[in-house]
């Protein structure tokens, strides 16, 4: 059974910087996409960037295009969420998705 546990949320000022860290165990991380999603208090969860299984392509959504980076190291089983430039609005609970399976989010706030 694959479990993902996320770490590294915490307060920050806007214009900050946080590192996002997500541990996979349990299944066969170097061969998956590996994605971040986040959840505003009383908003849906929406996706924020996707990376390939060799790391070759990664995918953003618009809204934290060159602010944020993924990446990952697979002889760790780690997917990693680089975030410049906080802003308030990137608050949120942030999770990590392999297949369908969920961690269990870790919170950002941005504090102006």
């Known amino acids: 059974q694959v479990q993902l546990v996320e770490s590294g949320g915490g307060l920050v000022q806007a214009g900050g910087s946080l590192r996002l860290s997500c541990a996979a165990s349990g299944g066969d991380f170097s061969k998956n996409d590996m994605r971040w999603f986040r959840q505003a208090p009383g908003q849906e969860r929406k996706f924020v960037a996707l990376?390939?299984?060799?790391?070759?392509?990664?995918l953003y959504t618009d809204s934290v295009k060159s602010r944020f980076t993924i990446s990952r190291d697979n002889a760790k089983n780690t997917v990693y969420l680089q975030m410049n430039s906080l802003q308030p609005e990137d608050t949120a609970v942030y999770y990590c998705?392999?297949?369908?399976?969920w961690g269990q989010g870790t919170q950002v706030t941005v504090s102006s």
């Open positions: 998705k392999m297949l369908n399976y």
């Open positions: 990376i390939s299984p060799s790391g070759g392509t990664t």
